[in-house]
């Protein structure tokens, strides 16, 4: 995909305009000609705007350098709120975005960070994600599907826990069978040590997919139920991201979490 992020600004032309223009008069081809008059004209239009200043340069109104707005502030920068860019409708792909560092993959550093290691059965833990960018190079960071951030549990011997086995249901009305949906899609630009964070939660429930499906034909999240408290034992917990692609990109994190009475 050749998607970019970016944003432009329109420049201000000041143009300064005199003309002056001449007189004429009549004769008689019997007369001597009056010698000429030299007049000093003043062109000084008082209700024009000063010419520009060393603080208000002149700037070309083709210019494309980019200029972050202040809608756009929370798309990037150098401490982030993942969650809040990937729900924000504005922080979406656009096509002049700086080009991704080959070194990538190396520079960000992703971790999980849970408030617990040790829950009981049906109890709760709030999971920290952070992405860092520890390069030179501001990275971007593109998204798309499913732009919730939630919890990927499995068991010991790798049976998934959450979300459920199966396909989450669908909208049951027959015309979003052939229903034509968009994937949502986000970004988020790194700046060089900057910091993207969130917080996901983890309850030790088994889960299950609701009975009826989403009101909507293009509706791409959908929550799953809870169907009782985990079983004692040892659970790995990952927060898949929403890459928009899987080539280059860190492997997402994953923690163990101890399940016990």
């Known amino acids: 995909m050749t998607t970019r992020l970016g944003g432009g600004f329109s420049g201000l032309i000041f143009a300064f305009g005199f003309a002056a223009s001449a007189g004429c008069g009549s ?8 010698p000429p008059v030299t007049a000093t004209i003043d062109t000084t239009d008082a209700s024009a705007p000063a010419p ?9 109104a083709g210019s494309t350098t980019p200029t972050a707005s202040a809608e756009d502030a929370m798309c990037g ?25 080959a070194s990538a993959a190396s520079d960000l550093k992703i971790s999980l960070t849970p408030s617990s290691t040790k829950i009981a059965p049906g109890g709760h833990v709030d ?21 919730m951030l939630a919890a990927q549990v499995k068991d010991a011997k790798g049976t998934r826990i959450s979300p459920p086995a199966g396909n989450a249901p669908k909208n049951a009305d027959p015309k979003c069978a052939d229903k034509d949906c968009r994937l949502p899609e986000s970004h988020v630009l790194l700046a060089p ?10 309850d030790a429930v088994k889960m299950g997919w609701p009975a009826t499906g989403p009101t909507t034909c293009c509706t791409i999240h959908v929550d799953p139920v809870a169907k009782g408290s985990l079983a004692v034992g040892t659970y790995k917990v990952k927060v898949p991201l929403p890459y ?8 997402d994190p994953e923690v163990a979490i101890q399940v016990a009475k």
């Open 127 to 147: 999971l920290v994600l952070e992405i860092t960018n520890g390069g030179q190079a501001a990275i971007p960071l593109y998204f798309s599907g499913d732009l």
């Open 77 to 101: 920068g150098a401490d982030i709120d993942l969650a809040a860019v990937l729900a924000n409708k504005k922080c979406r792909p656009t096509r002049d975005a700086p080009p991704t560092p």
């Open 52 to 60: 520009p200043t060393s603080a208000a340069p002149i700037v070309d």
């Open 244 to 251: 928009e692609s899987n080539q280059g990109n860190p492997a």
């Open 27 to 34: 004769g008689n081809s019997n007369s001597v000609p009056a």
């Open 193 to 202: 040590g900057a910091k993207a964070h969130a917080k996901i939660g983890f």
